[in-house]
């Protein structure tokens, strides 16, 4: 009698995990808000969308302005930074495995660089660099950019290094290494050491370079090297593992403070030569931001936020009210306004004080952790919460007990 009702416990255990499981996605999806909402005037511009992708799922997207897709392109593992050329050719790092020219490390291996995709009709990858890398995970190019005598300007993250290179010959023409500024471990290779992920020439033998694992912006300039760092102290409260700075102009810069959930425009303060906030956003459209990688000041005074881990592309006004929102699926790494780019934008002046919008994410303890790192091995819907990974871990061990209560009545049942 009792090991009878050993197995009806178990049943209503495991009915019970499904049951749990069930309503919270199910409620998960029922309520979860639109995120694809196109403006109220549509215009002739398009967007370029890197997306990095769990697994091998990265590729390039274009998309209309009322969020319709143009066109999309994969053949790799992840792509990040994007741009379209002055001759309409898209420019795109990338990062792709099994090559077999590895030079010093063993095939196969990864490679990353940049792509040319030419997209007139049928989009296509026309020319490709590339270079071996030891890992993908720390050493992938996230940023590159042509410069105006027609070299690439390049952002390192495997000899963490930024450079220009002759595309034509393959050789470097400048070179700046990190290890002129910061203390070098004997091979960065074998360490995720700073995790350069970014480079933006901003005047003349200029560039704002972004140094990730330090919290920090640097403004480099050829022949001087480092002449200005933003966040000295490496303030994690100020940045925290930035992605994307956009300059503003001297004095002023928008940045996607990923691991702190926001987009900050920072101001340099003349009197004290610290650079503080000046705007700051948490949320939009009531979704609070989850590691932005990518924010742009557009020429109408808005700003363009690529919220990655939500899945999505926004555009929203200097006071948080949304102009428009692009669902783009796994993980977008960089977004682009054509024909605009990377143009410098304007800076948000401060008469009106510091301005802060939304409320931050808050994380959970170990939950959230497992969440990210789900995130980064499949593709989640945005509206998956740490709610529902304690659903499932709570169901797990209903799941478990109701197995043992099972497997106790069948072997010990007379």
């Excluded at 660089?113 to 720390?138: A, L, M």
């Excluded at 303030?235 to 900050?264: C, F, I, T, Y």
């Excluded at 109408?300 to 999505?312: K, P, V």
Aim: charged share 20%.
């Amino acid at each position: 009698m009792e090991l009878r009702s050993n197995a009806s416990r178990g049943v209503v255990l495991i009915l019970t995990g499904l049951l749990l499981v069930g309503l919270t996605f199910g409620a998960g999806w029922a309520f979860a808000p639109n995120t694809n909402k196109a403006p109220t005037r549509a215009d002739n511009t398009t967007m370029l969308v890197g997306v990095q992708g769990p697994g091998w799922g990265g590729n390039v997207t274009a998309l209309a302005s009322n969020g319709s897709q143009l066109w999309t392109i994969g053949n790799a593992i992840s792509y990040q930074g994007v741009s379209k050329l002055e001759n309409g050719t898209v420019l795109a790092t990338f990062a792709d495995g099994l090559y077999k020219r590895c030079g010093q490390f063993d095939p196969p291996c990864k490679r990353t660089g940049v792509r040319f995709i030419d997209t007139k009709g049928k989009p296509k990858i026309v020319g490709q660099w590339s270079y071996p890398v030891r890992t993908r995970e720390d050493s992938e190019v996230h940023d590159a950019e042509m410069l105006p005598n027609g070299e690439l300007l390049v952002a390192d993250m495997e000899y963490e290094s930024i450079y220009a290179l002759n595309l034509t010959t393959g050789k470097q023409t400048w070179v700046w290494n990190a290890s002129q500024y910061y203390d070098a471990p004997p091979d960065p290779t074998k360490t995720d050491w700073l995790h350069i992920n970014d480079v933006d020439r901003i005047g003349k033998g200029r560039y704002l370079v972004s140094v990730r694992n330090t919290n920090q912006l640097v403004i480099v300039e050829r022949g001087k090297g480092v002449v200005e760092v933003i966040n000295k102290n490496r303030d994690p409260s100020l940045l925290n593992k930035q992605h994307n700075p956009h300059w503003l102009g001297d004095g002023a810069v928008l940045v996607a403070d990923s691991e702190n959930h926001r987009v900050v425009e920072l101001h340099k303060n003349e009197s004290t030569g610290r650079w503080e906030e000046a705007w700051t956003v948490y949320e939009a459209d009531g979704i609070v931001l989850d590691w932005p990688r990518d924010a742009d000041r557009l020429p109408n005074g808005n700003t363009l936020i690529t919220d990655s881990r939500n899945n999505r592309v926004v555009e929203i006004t200097r006071n948080g009210s949304l102009v428009s929102s692009y669902r783009v699926p796994d993980l977008p790494y960089e977004a682009d306004r054509v024909p605009y780019g990377e143009s410098f934008g304007e800076p948000y002046g401060t008469e009106n004080g510091y301005n802060v919008l939304g409320n931050r994410n808050v994380e959970v303890p170990v939950l959230s952790t497992l969440l990210t790192g789900a995130r980064h091995v499949v593709s989640l819907p945005f509206w998956i919460s740490e709610l529902h990974v304690l659903s499932v871990i709570v169901a797990v061990v209903l799941w478990i007990a109701g197995g043992v209560l099972l497997v106790r009545d069948r072997w010990f049942s007379p």
